[in-house]
């Protein structure tokens, strides 16, 4: 990596890091992240599975499409994508990920392409994908519009890329960062940076500023009564989830 | 570990199935199709030869299948191969009876034409669930019915389970499912307790003839020693589940056939006319049996296997297919996110789902069974002041009847 392609800010991947050997507990420090999980997977399915018109209900819907998924960490939604039948390389700038992420996998059955990396690295080197999960990274790297250009360019034309983070305001304040690290723990400390939370608006026009063409988002958000997460289409106020396309040609 | 051979077969498993089911019941086969619709390979792990429980003599036994439960029977296309056997309950009368006095004047009365979904449930006979059952996993290239087969060992590896049989055979699969019933020995190898007690009760389970026909009408008398249910068959016969004290169905049992008729007419009653005995009668001690986890690594239990109920309100098949409907729809829809679906969170989706409904029916039936099978004084004015005052509350009964149809709480797609 030179410091040209570099976005991502070198104190958080070592946070990151200190967290890397808990991935698969699905009662440890990842717990958030693994109650969080289905909602993500739903979204994604579903935005695959329109977008390349592949029926769910079938054997390995996703058979033919080459996913990256950008800050893999432990393989919590590279696995499910290999499930559902996809060719899927996962990458991380924190080394320690990948081994618990490959060992991760051997025991699932599954094979993925794990690498130490970043979306810059394998945009320069040429690497294409039809899709691109881009999930809780934009708002922990330096540079958010360089980022969302190298994911734009790891897009084969008509690639589709989907990117998750964190509204910017006083209630996802008082959520993400009172809530989920001060009072529930769920996170260490200092795990976000709340100035770095991108509003929708923000992220789409980010979005477009990159070469992409924003065509859906959605809320996700916790019910604190069933202990579970869901997404909404009116609710963007704290975490939400964004699709868009490299346009064709 | 009972083969320690198997320690060095690691950590990368190729897997026969997607899902492996112990129990040849009815449970066992009912989610076996609607997984298999679901696209999973499954593998149903039955103790029985196919011969036995393809057998079309009939043995006494039937069930009241809620009208949730017929749904799902429809759903997984087993409907229509005992539709033309089934016959609808159109009427459920209860009432608390004592021997030698007649029923009580206070009763209640539940009428389907009360609710706008159709009959309460069906009366279907198990002979013909079972056939129909094996004719539907017979068809289905995804299941694969290995009869007669009984597991020996199970022993949950990185990525999946293999269970060993008697046959020297190993399955290997992402998640067991044991529908092996009360004395479930998935639940047992998996570590899993029980709880549960008798109720010093013995069910005597039947089929009679009568003169005159039953319209559709289910009876339930609450006798002191127990509740006995009549419960309407196709023709003119009725399904007899009758509940009594250990020493006196010890009693009964000892008796010929002839003696046992004379012993059930006075409970019986006449408004059907004379009675014969059709088919053989059945006898199988009452208690209540919960596991004390619906779940384990990669283990998950459905029905009695989960929760073995009494009898009292006729719930146990159809809180097993509601178990299984839950079931189907949690494996699925991990599926489709591409999930692991034998992980502790699938699996806490499924318990979460039906643990306190199921505990709640196991309290509700203890309860219920507590109250009516005596016969102080009090405890009879009581409940008869309670059942004509749900008789007299239109709201209240038409709750009832949609709760014996099987349609409250939160319904799984399958029942829908």
């Known amino acids: ?249 | 570990m009972d083969n320690p051979a198997r320690a060095t077969i690691l950590p990368v498993m190729v897997r026969d199935y997607d899902i492996a089911i112990t129990g040849g019941g009815l449970n066992g086969p009912a989610l076996s199709i609607a997984l298999a619709q679901a696209g999973f390979r499954v593998a149903v792990i039955d103790s029985l030869p196919v011969d036995t429980r393809a057998d079309p003599g009939f043995d006494g036994r039937s069930y009241a299948l809620a009208l949730g439960s017929q749904r799902l029977l429809r759903a997984i296309s087993v409907w229509d191969a005992v539709a033309d056997h089934a016959q609808p309950m159109l009427e459920i009368k209860v009432t608390d009876g004592r021997a030698g006095q007649g029923p009580s004047p206070w009763m209640m009365h539940f009428d389907h034409a009360e609710i706008e979904e159709g009959p309460m449930g069906y009366m279907v006979e198990d002979r013909h669930l079972r056939r129909a059952f094996l004719t539907a996993i017979a068809a289905d290239d995804r299941i694969t019915h290995m009869a007669g087969e009984t597991v020996v060992d199970q022993t949950v590896t990185p990525g999946g389970i293999a269970v060993g049989l008697a046959s020297g055979q190993e399955v290997q699969a992402a998640l067991l499912v044991g529908a092996d019933g009360r004395s479930s020995g998935t639940a047992t190898r998996a570590g899993i307790r029980r709880t549960g007690w008798g109720y010093g009760q013995t069910a005597i389970v039947c089929a009679v003839e009568h003169d005159l026909p039953h319209r559709g009408i289910a009876h339930q008398f609450f006798m002191p020693h127990g509740p006995l249910a009549i419960l309407p068959l196709t023709g003119n016969r009725s399904s007899i589940v009758w509940s009594e004290s250990d020493a006196e169905a010890t009693r009964i049992l000892a008796l010929d056939d002839d003696g046992f008729l004379d012993a059930l007419r006075p409970a019986f009653g006449s408004f059907l006319g004379d009675i014969r005995l059709a088919g053989v009668r059945f006898s199988y001690p009452l208690g209540l049996s919960l596991a004390q986890s619906f779940i384990a690594p990669r283990v998950a239990l459905v029905g009695d296997a989960a929760h073995g109920i009494h009898p009292i309100a006729g719930q146990g098949l159809n809180s097993g297919l509601r178990d299984v409907a839950a079931l189907a729809e949690v494996l699925t829809a991990a599926r489709q996110r591409g999930e692991d679906i034998g992980n502790s969170q699938t699996l806490t989706r499924y318990q979460a789902w039906r643990r306190f409904d199921t505990t709640t029916l196991a309290i509700a039936t203890d309860t219920f069974n507590r109250m009516f099978s005596n016969d102080n004084p009090i405890l009879r004015a009581a409940r008869d002041i309670g059942m004509g005052a749900i008789n007299a509350m239109p709201g209240l009964r038409r709750g009832f009847i949609r709760q014996a149809a099987g349609l409250t709480g939160d319904l799984p797609a399958l029942m829908r």
């Open chain 1, 1 to 249: 990596m030179t410091s040209a392609t570099q976005t991502i800010d070198p104190a958080e991947i070592a946070k990151f890091e200190a967290m890397a050997a808990e991935w698969w507990d699905l009662e440890g420090k990842f717990k958030p992240l693994h109650m969080l999980n289905p909602c993500r997977l739903d979204y994604i399915t579903t935005q695959i599975a329109a977008e390349f018109a592949r029926d769910l209900s079938t054997d390995k819907p996703f058979a033919g499409l080459r996913i990256l998924d950008i800050g893999c960490g432990g393989g919590l939604l590279c696995e499910p994508m290999a499930r559902l039948g996809a060719t899927v390389v996962g990458v991380d700038a924190a080394p320690r990920n990948i081994p618990v992420a490959q060992l991760h996998a051997e025991h699932s059955g599954l094979t993925i392409d794990y690498r130490v990396g970043t979306a810059e690295a394998l945009a320069d080197a040429g690497e294409q994908f039809d899709v691109v999960l881009n999930m809780e990274v934009v708002e922990h790297v330096a540079d958010p519009l360089g980022y969302l250009t190298a994911c734009r360019q790891l897009l084969k034309p008509g690639g589709l890329h989907i990117c998750s983070t964190l509204n910017r305001n006083p209630k996802s304040f008082a959520m993400a960062i009172v809530g989920a690290e001060w009072v529930m723990r769920w996170l260490p400390k200092g795990t976000h940076d709340w100035s770095k939370f991108i509003t929708p608006d923000e992220l789409f026009d980010l979005m477009q500023r990159a070469g992409l063409d924003p065509v859906d988002r959605k809320g996700m958000v916790f019910n604190p009564l069933t202990w579970s997460w869901r997404l909404s289409d009116r609710d963007l106020s704290c975490n939400y989830v964004t699709a868009s396309l490299n346009p064709a040609g």
